[in-house]
């Protein structure tokens, strides 16, 4: 007889070749042995119940075949209980009406089957997760070792550079300080030039010595606010603000008028009070003549002038005055010393480049942080730094591992930040669970925090979002990095010992 048609007892697995039909059965506890008769014959002789698959001893187990599903062993006590196996094969002696319904788990057998290929791929590609962070902590450390030498000479340039800096602003300093002196000066004289031209002008406008009125100052056509050759009481008004002014009143007025202003002394042509005397006599007449003709020209001249509104000779007057006046205040020209400033800026300039590839270096040497944070046994959570993973529902919802989780509104609202707070998995897999705190408070309620599980799979990707208690907030993920080396998933060889 071949060993395929050799038949086992009753609930016995065909891939055990303990029991062979015609030879003394050994227990598998090697307790005793006993002839093949005394096998499933309802009476239990093993302690181990091996030889009594069926329902005899207490402790034993019954194998159901289960083909086309996931086979199965069941306590001997649930054989005959008139609950069936999907073969049926437990349920020969008690009457039980059972139907076959192990083709109907196939499904669930190919799902099993895919989460398993899922779980393979994934380990797998943790693998290569932990080869990629174990070459980039390599580098970092190279490169971190490499700046740090860096820092030490940039830091003795930048010192170097301090003092040079330092000793050309001396002279610089003392420089703009004399000069700002100086300028103050100059604007101190010039605002009591200012104040002296004010006075005198109130003084000339201010006929009666009463303040300065409307009637007044309608005496200067020149202050016509339009220009248009007609200064009226109203515009002679709106310049005072009121109907007459004092010298202190007068300072506001004058801001407003003191670029068009022509003093009355220079508005008249001077005549010598002589040749006003010698106009009586006839015989002077001739001799005067020739001076009275001179005088019209000088008047036709401003007249022209001033019909042209180019420059007439009271304008002119003002602008020379107006050059000296900004003479006077100009900044003096730099002496020896000042041009110390040209050298001070070269020595700032590189003294700022210094402290900026300083500034550059510890940017560098934040990788520090990186390299001593814990991504896991191998670091095989590493290449989520610095990554961000998005799901859209009703809200967008982003993952930014070990940093933040956010939740913002899909059509538009403020958004909602938490920062990384710890690993949060239980201790035997610390790593399962991510924890995201400092939320922004619930109205009455506690602190908005996020919970991050994580499950295996073959792609880095935000699965589900859900609110289980009033804001805290859990987040499924899945990443090869959670992933574990599967088990032997040949379902047929799943029980191979009792």
Same mark, same amino acid.
């Given at each position: ?28 506890? /090697? ?17 181990? /119940? ?44 008690? /009457? ?403």
């Amino acid at each position: 007889i071949s060993a395929v048609e050799v038949q086992r007892p009753r609930g016995v697995p065909l891939s055990r070749p303990f029991y062979e039909e015609g030879k003394p059965f050994t227990c598998l506890d /090697g307790s005793r042995t006993i002839p093949f008769n005394r096998v499933n014959d309802d009476y239990c002789d093993c302690q181990d /119940g091996s030889d009594e698959p069926t329902s005899a001893c207490p402790n034993g187990h019954f194998h159901c075949t289960n083909a086309g599903f996931r086979p199965a062993f069941i306590p001997s006590s649930r054989v005959n209980d008139g609950i069936c196996c999907c073969d049926t094969t437990d349920e020969y002696n008690s /009457g039980a009406t059972c139907q076959n319904t192990c083709e109907m788990g196939r499904k669930e057998k190919e799902i099993f089957q895919k989460l398993a290929e899922v779980a393979k791929e994934g380990f797998l590609l943790k693998q290569q997760l932990i080869q990629e962070a174990k070459r980039g902590l390599e580098e970092k450390k190279a490169k971190l070792a490499e700046v740090e030498v860096s820092k030490k000479d940039i830091e003795a340039k930048v010192e170097s550079l301090r003092t040079v800096k330092e000793e050309a602003e001396k002279p610089e300093k003392e420089a703009k300080e004399r000069h700002l002196k100086a300028w103050e000066q100059k604007a101190v004289i010039r605002m009591e030039k200012d104040k002296a031209k004010m006075a005198e002008v109130f003084a000339e406008l201010d006929d009666d010595a009463d303040g300065v009125s409307v009637a007044e100052l309608l005496t200067h056509s020149e202050l016509d606010p339009d220009s248009d050759g007609s200064f009226t009481e109203v515009e002679a008004q709106v310049l005072l603000g009121v109907e007459k002014v004092d010298i202190a009143a007068f300072e506001a007025v004058w801001s407003n008028i003191k670029d068009k202003y022509i003093s009355e002394a220079k508005q008249d042509i001077p005549i010598d009070p002589p040749q006003e005397e010698n106009k009586e006599p006839p015989a002077d007449t001739d001799s005067e003549q020739y001076p009275d003709e001179d005088i019209p020209e000088e008047d036709d001249d401003e007249e022209d002038d001033e019909d042209d509104e180019e420059s007439p000779p009271t304008t002119h007057t003002q602008e020379k005055k107006a050059d000296e006046d900004d003479e006077e205040g100009a900044m003096p020209p730099y002496d020896e010393e000042t041009q110390q400033l040209i050298d001070a800026q070269k020595a700032r300039d590189e003294f700022d480049e210094a402290e900026r590839a300083l500034r550059e270096v510890d940017d560098q040497i934040n990788i520090e942080k990186e390299i001593s944070f814990d991504f896991g046994p191998s670091a095989e959570f590493g290449y989520m730094y610095s990554q961000c993973y998005e799901l859209t529902t009703g809200y967008v919802y982003k993952l930014c591992p070990f940093n933040r989780v956010s939740q913002k509104p899909k059509f538009g609202g403020s958004e909602t930040n938490l920062t990384w707070g710890k690993w949060a998995g239980p201790e035997d897999n610390i790593y399962s669970v991510m924890k995201y705190e400092h939320g922004t408070g619930c109205w009455q309620g506690p602190n908005r925090s996020t919970t991050v599980k994580l499950t295996c799979g073959n792609e880095t990707v935000i699965t589900a979002t859900s609110e289980p208690s009033r804001c805290e907030y859990l987040m499924e993920f899945t990443t090869p990095a959670i992933c574990n080396q599967p088990k032997n998933m040949d379902l047929t060889d799943e029980h191979d010992e009792l």
